[in-house]
């Protein structure tokens, strides 16, 4: 799931990056809550379309862009000037892998899942923690 991620923010942050010089704009999507924005929402796109792809139900799917995207309410912080940028990203990319990792609730959930499937869950999140951090 993290590789799909990376993925989506490599190549539509790139295409972004066309669009934007193609419009004569190339410097449009530099501020901070945007970038930020358009980042979560590339990351969010592709991982939607993979689950998508991989059969997973519509709910699930849902569940999984809401945990991707609370992440980076860290902006209001950031907004009212009470941390950096770098702290908003930081802060944001953390808080989504926990949003990914606690968006796959069984309960009430139409789908069933399984307990290697939570387990299998935070391994892809713990892994990719790691990877952030280092």
């Known amino acids: 799931?993290?590789?799909?991620?990376?993925?989506?923010?490599?190549?539509?942050?790139?295409?972004?990056?066309?669009?934007?010089?193609?419009?004569?704009?190339?410097?449009?999507?530099?501020?901070?809550?945007?970038?930020?924005?358009?980042?979560?929402?590339?990351?969010?796109?592709?991982?939607?379309?993979w689950m998508c792809l991989r059969g997973?139900?519509?709910?699930l799917i849902g569940e999984m862009v809401a945990g991707m995207n609370v992440g980076f309410l860290a902006m209001?912080?950031?907004?009212?000037?009470?941390?950096?940028?770098h702290t908003l990203m930081m802060a944001g990319h953390e808080l989504m892998f926990l949003g990914c990792s606690s968006s796959c609730s069984p309960a009430g959930s139409t789908t069933q899942i399984t307990d290697s499937d939570l387990l299998h869950r935070r391994n892809v999140v713990t892994s990719g923690l790691a990877a952030l951090r280092a």
Do not use: F, K, Q
Request: glycine letters at 8%; charged letters at 10%; aromatic letters at 2%.
């Open 76 to 85: 209001v912080p950031l907004w009212i000037g009470a941390t950096s940028h």
């Open 56 to 59: 997973h139900h519509i709910r």
């Open 1 to 49: 799931m993290v590789a799909v991620m990376l993925v989506g923010m490599v190549a539509l942050g790139r295409l972004e990056s066309l669009l934007a010089s193609a419009v004569g704009r190339p410097h449009a999507l530099d501020g901070t809550t945007v970038s930020a924005l358009l980042m979560a929402a590339n990351m969010t796109v592709v991982v939607a379309a």
